[in-house]
T-cell receptor, first 116, second 118 residues
């Protein structure tokens, strides 16, 4: 069974508008971490934001925020005030604290296109 | 502080040849990971090192694959008798682990090595 699901293969957003990229996850481990990475066409994975399963508040990093709904097992990334440079692939990822060993599981990604 | 570096960035080889990739993590990062990424997919975990110890290997890492991290610094990933199915981007990442909670670590990725097997 897929542990990380990103249902949007591609998304378009107008420059300066906000966009939400969806991510749902599946785990029975009470301890886990959720990550979002950006991968531009150059190929390098760039860390954006982290949310721990025990964190009470949603994580924020500059224009990035994570809408963490634990009961629904969703961890959507919100990008505010989109910029042309935000055009890239975005990956949601999870690491389990007890049952998952040391591996990180990635979703299939969402390609974001920012229009001028 | 320099980031994670990988060498070479691109490698083209013929089926059956051996290839070796190198990863230099961020200095003082004690944890190192290798991933494989095929076109249109997210990265898939291959193996994990804590210092020089290889603590986990994915089932994806067949007998033709071997990874080392001598002295707990740089790491190498070798693929023997390459097959066309090995064509992929090989990504290395490192993290600074200060607690036993590995799942909270932020991993920083290198630019990757793109392997093409003809």
């Amino acid at each position: 069974a897929q542990k990380i699901t990103q249902t949007q293969p591609g998304m378009f957003v107008q420059e300066k508008e906000a966009v939400t990229l969806d991510c749902t996850y599946d785990t029975s481990d009470p301890s886990y971490g959720l990550f979002w990475y950006k991968q531009p066409s150059s190929g390098e994975m760039i860390f954006l934001i982290y949310q721990g399963s025990y964190d009470q508040q949603n994580a924020t990093e500059g224009r990035y925020s994570l809408n963490f709904q634990k009961a629904r097992k969703s961890a959507n990334l919100v990008i505010s005030a989109s910029q042309l440079g935000d055009s890239a692939m975005y990956f949601c990822a999870m690491r389990e604290g007890t049952t998952g060993g040391f591996k990180t599981i990635f979703g299939a990604g969402t390609r974001l296109f920012v229009k001028a | 502080d320099t980031g994670v570096s990988q060498d070479p960035r691109h490698k083209i080889t013929k089926r059956g040849q051996n290839v070796t990739f190198r990863c230099d993590p961020i200095s003082e990062h004690n944890r190192l990971y290798w991933y494989r990424q095929t076109l249109g997919q997210g990265p898939e975990f291959l193996t994990y090192f804590q210092n020089e110890a290889q603590l986990e290997k994915s089932r994806l890492l067949s007998d033709r694959f071997s990874a080392e991290r001598p002295k707990g610094s740089f790491s190498t990933l070798e693929i023997q008798r390459t097959e066309q199915g090995d064509s992929a981007m090989y990504l290395c990442a490192s993290s600074l682990g200060t607690s036993g909670k590995v799942y909270t670590d932020t991993q920083y990725f290198g630019p990757g090595t793109r392997l093409t097997v003809l």
